[in-house]
Structure formats: C-alpha cells, structure tokens
C-alpha cells in the first residue's frame, strides 16, 4: 500500500472519529438541555401553582371575613330595629332607615330619651364605617317664619353632631346642615299637633367613599 493511501485511510479515520466525538458531544448536550428545561418547567409550575394556591387560599380567607361582618352587620340593625323601633330598607345605593331622633317645640336640646339611641349610631358607625362622611341633618316644623326655621335646624343638626363627637364616634368626618321646615313627615303639623315632633328631628346621612360605595341613611 502506497503511503498516500495509508495517509488518506488514517484521515478517513479521524475524520470518522471526530464525527462520532462529536455527535455524542451534541446528544450529550441536548440531553443535559431537556434536562435542564425539565427540571425548570417543572419548577416553574410548582411555582405558580403555589401561588395559585396561595391567592385562593387568601380570596377565602377575604370571602370568609366579609361574611362574618356582614353576619354582624346584620345582626346589629336587627337590635337597632328591636331596641329602638328602627325602621330599614334597603336602597340601590345603600340602605335607610327610620331612625327618629327628634325636639320639643322651639328647642334643639338634645333630649336625655334619644341618648341611648344615639349611643348605639355611634357604635355602628365606628364599627362598620370609618372613613365615611356622617351629615347630620336638622328639620323644623312649620311654626314660625322660614329664615327662623332654618336658624332653628341649623342649631338641632349642630348640637347632635356635638354629641355624637362627645359620644366618641371617631374616624370619620362629621357635618351640620340646617334645612329648616322642608321635608315634612306630616305636612303642616306644628306646635302641638299631632305628628309635629315627627317633624321636629334630625336625619344621618352616611356616604362611605370609594367607587360603589354604598350610601346609608337614617331618618
């Protein structure tokens, strides 16, 4: 054998050799590469489906809580119904309630049997609205001129608010508004007609903040 063809078997040979090298360098690499890819997947998707598990767990735990509050929510205006005669129905935006809180005639003293009542506002308030805008409403009968009226129910809204910051209803910001002889419970009672105190009171408007948030009001 000539030793150009010896040459060129043994170059045949490397050349075989190397190929072999290196496609079980190539496989040896893909196999490492899925490997490693598995392993990373595999990873990924522990990972996410402990913070699946994670959010769901805390979304009950929020569903879990709101229940709770809307369970003693409901429970307090069942007292607030029983214990006070409270009146509530329920609104689009809110609920309302019939919530008397009335005077005597030409006076805005607060009076010592609207005291318990509301105490009870205040603890309602505290508990489930913080945040909100609680205005205090005052109204007067006919009696007397309009500017008087509207004077006179100026000072009844003033002197509740005043007691419900003395009462210790905290978290929220308190407003006055007079509104004189407007909105009458039984139209044209005065003095000592009958149905006149109805028309002698204040009403609590409770406006929450945020996007639908509901708005409560008592009367």
Do not use: H, W
């Not at 010896?6 to 899925?34: I, M, Q």
């Not at 929020?62 to 329920?90: C, N, P, Q």
């Amino acid at each position: 054998m000539k030793m150009t063809q010896k040459f060129s078997l043994a170059a045949l040979a490397l050349v075989s050799l190397s190929a072999c090298a290196t496609k079980g360098f190539v496989r040896r690499e893909l196999d490492t590469g899925l490997t490693t890819e598995r392993s990373q997947r595999t990873a990924a998707d522990s990972a996410l489906s402990t913070d699946m598990n994670t959010q769901i767990g805390g979304v009950k735990s929020e569903l879990a809580t709101l229940k709770t509050d809307v369970a003693a929510l409901r429970r307090d205006l069942t007292a607030l119904r029983t214990e006070f005669g409270a009146k509530i129905t329920a609104m689009e935006n809110g609920m309302k309630f019939a919530f008397p809180v009335t005077f005597g005639y030409d006076d805005a003293t607060v009076r010592d049997e609207d005291r318990p009542s509301l105490d009870r506002f205040v603890q309602v308030v505290n508990k489930y609205y913080g945040g909100a805008l609680v205005t205090v409403e005052g109204f007067a009968d006919p009696a007397g001129s309009p500017r008087y009226n509207m004077q006179l129910s100026q000072r009844r809204a003033e002197n509740v608010s005043a007691y419900l910051a003395q009462s210790g209803i905290s978290g929220v910001s308190l407003r006055s508004v007079g509104l004189g002889e407007v909105r009458q419970v039984v139209e044209g009672a005065e003095r000592d007609m009958p149905g006149a105190q109805a028309n002698r009171r204040v009403v609590f408007v409770v406006e929450t903040k945020g996007a639908g948030a509901g708005v409560a009001s008592m009367q």
